[in-house]
């Protein structure tokens, strides 16, 4: 017996999110069956860094699972790749020491929130971004973007069934880039996200490029905790976890010394 | 009646290309029903720059048609918007004088067909770009394309079927560009292209860049015009018509004087 990274990239489109459901098609699940498959029709659990909702894309996701195979890491990655379908892929598969816990052991992830701001929306980008049709005030949404960064509790981004206790998560990063005339991604980097923290954050800030919210408004969301202040969960589609750190990785160290620089990854397409 | 030039932006997976058929959903037949709908009922005909095959997709389509409508263009250019399904965008509607031709007029097109050079193939990806696994030689695929430009026949690189007897064109744009570590993308640009030609070309390009062709099959195809020496047809999905080109817009010209250049359209993803 030994204990596997798998680092992901999916699809989100057509899954019911990654958790195991009863019903409904689940990137765990699909996982899980390829990986029992290849460990000699044992059942294999397999445990991810970050639990994505329904709709919620991943370029960097991590489980860990523990295999019987003789295959090596190699072979393995090689024959999970051959098994799974075309919209959920591994990009590494590697050996990891016995106690590795891809959820316990993250640093931090890296989230892109994509926006399609072309008139009528880009028929290529329509599963993987948001279309704004209307014209966005950037200058509006940079300046409610400047307030966020910081350790702080996030209740009044937090969906309301949230069931953690603890709410204080250090934001590290939290920037929107341009991508040509037509695109921009929010990117956000932290310790630790709350359930549909990201989604509420780009809602808010949507609402506040719209015109709708004023800027001030995300100091009393934060100041009060009252979810109500904030804006609407924003769509799942735009949304990708585009990165998980590790400490034992060799990480780059961004600027801000966050090590969650993301090496180009976030911005390569 | 005036007549209106309508640009076109599309994901070609889920039709079985431009040109209406007996069966199956095309792209033709979405827009004339829509177009049809908003000018009183009456069957409209949209004729296309460049008839896509199945499952190619276009960024920059170009067509016109005439309508009756009281309509402003700007009005149902948004109408249009409004009743066309997620993966056929209009990106622009105009009236032009009564005799544009969207074919006829053409001075020149612009296609790119998208590589995923990621070891397990991007999921993101999988429905716009076509996953080569094996490393290639891109040196040997740049010194093929330096070969390509020109005016020439290229029946060597039409479909077998291609009707056309005319097969001179002039291709004047042929490379490759990298993207980041994990994409490329092909980009062709000419006075116009026979049936399959761009996937054919790719086709045989990949072939070389596996080390399966010699770079100098290139000069023996071109030579003979004999379809069976180049490489197979390559798949469609990684196919997008960028832009068409035409005399009376005011055209960015390129360094090389093709006026085909993108004005970054071609880079911007």
């Not at 106690?99 to 009528?120: I, T």
């Amino acid at each position: 017996m030994r204990r596997v990274r798998i680092d992901l990239a999916y699809d989100g489109t057509d899954f019911a999110g990654w958790q195991l459901q009863a019903r409904g098609r689940t990137i765990q699940g699909t996982v899980e069956e390829a990986l029992s498959r290849l460990d000699g029709a044992r059942l294999v659990r397999v445990h991810a860094a970050g639990r994505t909702d329904a709709g919620v894309h991943a370029r960097g996701q991590v489980a860990h699972a523990d295999v019987r195979t003789a295959r090596g890491d190699a072979e393995l990655g090689y024959a999970l790749h051959r098994l799974l379908p075309p919209d959920v892929r591994p990009l590494a598969l590697r050996t990891v020491r016995a106690d590795f816990d891809a959820r316990r052991d993250a640093l931090g992830k890296c989230y892109v929130y994509r926006l399609d701001l072309s008139r009528y929306g880009d028929p290529l980008l329509r599963r993987y971004a948001l279309h704004c049709a209307r014209p966005l005030d950037l200058e509006a949404v940079s300046a409610a973007l400047r307030l966020l960064p910081g350790r702080r509790d996030w209740s009044g981004f937090a969906a309301a069934g949230c069931a953690v206790s603890d709410r204080v998560r250090e934001l590290r990063v939290a920037e929107l880039v341009r991508r040509g005339l037509d695109e921009a991604l929010f990117r956000f980097a932290a310790d630790g996200f709350l359930t549909h923290m990201v989604r509420n954050l780009v809602g808010t800030l949507l609402e506040i490029g719209r015109g709708r919210l004023a800027v001030q408004r995300v100091h009393e969301i934060l100041a009060s905790g009252d979810r109500r202040l904030a804006g609407p969960t924003a769509p799942a589609r735009g949304l990708c976890l585009e990165r998980v750190a590790y400490a034992d990785e060799n990480e780059e160290v961004t600027e801000d010394g966050s090590g969650l620089g993301d090496g180009g990854r976030g911005l390569r397409r």
